[in-house]
């Protein structure tokens, strides 16, 4: 079963545009939830990490929201930029495991 | 500070065969995980490593393999190689005292089997 719900699929949005990914999880033991990018050819970097006792978390342009009685969390990206073009990746880690379970992924293209 | 290293970045196997992976992490940290990503099935937990022993296993057949040495480089292995084993292998490491720590990938070694 998919453990983590990530969408959408690709999202096409105009230079300072506000691009919103969203995940959902299923399991509550849950206790860590990272945002991964990733161009083509390289690894997945980390972005920005959020613990499920914080609502929000801010870092540059990125923010997490963080909603846990939804079991839901999104990644927003403040005044996009061509560079910010890549894959983006949600990721959930249980409490102990130190396995990280990805979503399928966002394609994010930002125009000129 | 090096970031996780990870060697070759490409190899070409033919079924059948087996290949070794070998991966670097950032210096301190001693937690080694392996992932498998593909078009099809996306980003997907092989195994992770602390101290020399095996913490947790993901889904895989018994063919994937790992280990890990004293200085916290790790190697993975794939025997009897298959045509669905073509995929990028990613290493990730971490300090590995607590799950809620960050992990850092490598850039993976392409693996491509005729």
């Known amino acids: 079963q998919q453990q983590v719900k990530q969408s959408p699929q690709s999202l096409i949005v105009q230079k300072g545009g506000i691009p919103i990914i969203n995940c959902a999880y299923e399991?509550?033991?849950?206790?860590?939830f990272p945002w991964y990018q990733q161009f083509p050819g390289k690894g997945p970097a980390l972005l920005i990490a959020?613990?499920?006792?914080?609502s929000e978390k801010k870092e540059g342009r990125f923010t997490i929201s963080f909603n846990k009685s939804a079991k839901q969390f999104s990644l927003h990206i403040m005044d996009s930029q061509p560079g910010d073009s890549a894959t983006y990746f949600c990721?959930?880690?249980?409490?102990?495991?130190?396995?990280?379970?990805f979503g399928k992924g966002t394609k994010l293209s930002v125009i000129p | 500070k090096a970031g996780v290293t990870q060697t070759p970045r490409y190899l070409i196997k033919t079924r059948g065969q087996q290949v070794t992976l070998s991966c670097s992490p950032i210096s301190g940290h001693r937690s080694v995980s392996w992932y498998q990503q593909t078009p099809g099935q996306g980003l997907q937990f092989l195994f992770e490593?602390?101290?020399?022993?095996?913490?947790n296993k993901g889904n895989f057949p018994g063919r994937f393999s790992g280990r890990q040495f004293s200085n916290s480089r790790s190697e993975m292995n794939v025997s009897t190689l298959e045509l669905g084993d073509s995929a990028l292998y990613l290493c990730?490491?971490?300090?590995?005292?607590?799950?809620?720590?960050?992990?850092?990938f490598g850039d993976g070694t392409r693996l491509s089997i005729l």
């Open positions: 399991n509550t033991a849950f206790d860590y």
């Open positions: 959020i613990r499920p006792d914080v």
């Open positions: 490593y602390f101290s020399e022993t095996q913490r």
């Open positions: 990730a490491s971490s300090p590995g005292g607590s799950s809620n720590q960050p992990q850092h």
């Open positions: 990721a959930v880690v249980g409490a102990g495991s130190y396995q990280l379970t």
